[in-house]
């Protein structure tokens, strides 16, 4: 992301906003861009001093920014020649980096480049695999390099849609999740896939992906799309999409003809009153076998009681099994009474879900989407872009400075 002179003279100001009721959660929430017609953070994770480092875009060209624990400094800035598209830390607290410029390893301050490489490009993802190895998933292929950064081996995905990778280090199992156009008997329809390979990139199991003809013959011809996928507490959790609640999500992830164990709870998590619109699943797979472990849907809601669009783009989950997720939607997000954010129902959603996949935090962050989001010690971030609707809290920045721009939050853990 580009930052002018301007953007850094505004930046260096901390806004001194006293707290008011409903922000004892917030650490922080800011703007940060330029005039740029289009600007994003697209991702973030929080270093082992608690410094946190974002990465993003403005048109062409993309930045590593590393802002102090409150969020009153930028403590520095490094260009990439091209968008950063994802983030992540290695078991050594090394920063992990993929866009546009291809994939590099950072040091645990952000100060210095260990290795370089050119695998990546438009919607790269990175993960930290065992023993040092990186996994990198571009143009439907996973890398996996060395801890020197040395290629060791690569393997296409058969998936006509591949969005993201995780790895199980501890089992040494790389996973992916993305989306398939299939035809059931007179209709198209898209159905989503989980893949496990070991290291040598063969397949171990695969979830859901089933043939379009089985999922029509079983009345579940809504179209659904895996997006994002996240290791907690030794399982593997996937957020997709469903276009409506006649879905495969419904279904044990690799036994079409078994109803998964589906946590309903309010109106927002249960796809009644509802027609195509996207609304968000979240659910837990065993990692060693593919096998469903429970999961829930989420939906936005009009005041009519129909169910509306809420599509998901972020995923962590923490040690206990507690998931964060975020993305965009339409009006009638759910909102937790006194949560920080929500001065509007729609745009940027963050919702966080306990391992029984119950609501515990829900609220929104402007009018546009989240894009990721980061752990940290007793601190959750989210990232992403809004043309406006971000509520301000110690704000370096509390004005966007035009068109579409980034913006970050950190909120104490829910």
């Known amino acids: 992301m580009h930052i002018t002179m301007r953007t850094l003279a505004v930046l260096a100001l901390a806004a001194g906003l006293a707290r008011a ?18 600007e994003a953070l697209t991702a973030a994770v929080v270093l082992v001093d608690g410094s946190i480092l974002l990465g993003g875009y403005a048109l062409d060209e993309g930045a590593l920014v590393r802002l102090s624990a409150d969020g009153r400094k930028v403590l520095s800035r490094r260009r990439t020649e091209g968008p950063v598209t994802d983030m992540a830390l290695d078991t050594d607290h090394n920063v992990l980096a993929v866009g546009g410029f291809g994939v590099v390893q950072i040091s645990p301050d952000a100060q210095e480049i260990v290795w370089s490489a050119p695998t990546g490009g438009k919607g790269a993802r990175v993960a930290a695999g065992p023993g040092g190895r990186v996994l990198v998933l571009a143009d439907k292929t996973v890398t ?3 801890a020197e950064g040395k290629r060791l081996g690569a393997w296409k995905v058969p998936g006509g849609y591949v969005e993201d ?4 280090t501890a089992r040494a199992r790389v996973f992916v999740t993305g989306f398939d156009n299939k035809r059931g008997h007179n209709n198209p329809v898209q159905v989503a896939f989980v893949y496990a390979y070991d290291l040598g990139g063969n397949l171990l199991w695969k979830a859901y992906g089933w043939d379009g003809k089985d999922v029509d013959d079983r009345g579940l011809m809504a179209d659904t799309r895996g997006y994002r996928l996240a290791m907690g507490a030794g399982k593997l959790y996937v957020v997709g999409e469903s276009a409506g609640g006649n879905t495969i999500w419904t279904r044990q992830a690799r036994d079409l003809d078994a109803k998964a164990t589906m946590v309903k ?17 979240i659910g837990r797979l065993d990692p060693q076998t593919g096998a469903s472990d429970g999961g829930t849907l989420l939906l936005a809601r009009l005041s009519s009681n129909k169910g509306n669009t809420i599509r998901p ?10 998931a964060y997720v975020g993305g965009m939607s339409a009006y009638g997000c759910p909102v937790s009474d006194g949560a920080f954010g929500a001065a509007d129902p729609r745009g940027a959603w963050f919702c966080v879900f ?19 989001i980061a752990l ?5 971030v989210a990232v992403g872009n809004a043309k406006e609707g971000l509520v301000p809290h110690e704000a370096m ?7 579409n721009d980034g913006w970050a939050v950190a909120l104490t853990r829910p």
Do not use: M
């Open 144 to 146: 996996v390099f060395g």
């Open 265 to 281: 709870g309010d109106k927002y998590q249960h796809a009644f009153n509802t027609r195509a619109n996207h609304i968000t699943y």
């Open 313 to 322: 783009r972020a995923l962590a989950v923490d040690d206990d099994g507690n």
């Open 354 to 372: 306990d391992p029984a996949f119950r609501r515990r935090y829900a609220t929104t962050f402007g009018n546009g989407q989240t894009a990721a």
């Open 165 to 168: 990778v995780a790895c199980d």
């Open 376 to 380: 940290g010690p007793g601190v959750v």
């Open 397 to 403: 920045q509390k004005e966007p400075g035009g068109g």
């Open 21 to 38: 009721a409903g922000q004892d959660d917030a650490v922080f929430s800011t703007w940060l861009g330029g005039p740029e017609e289009e």
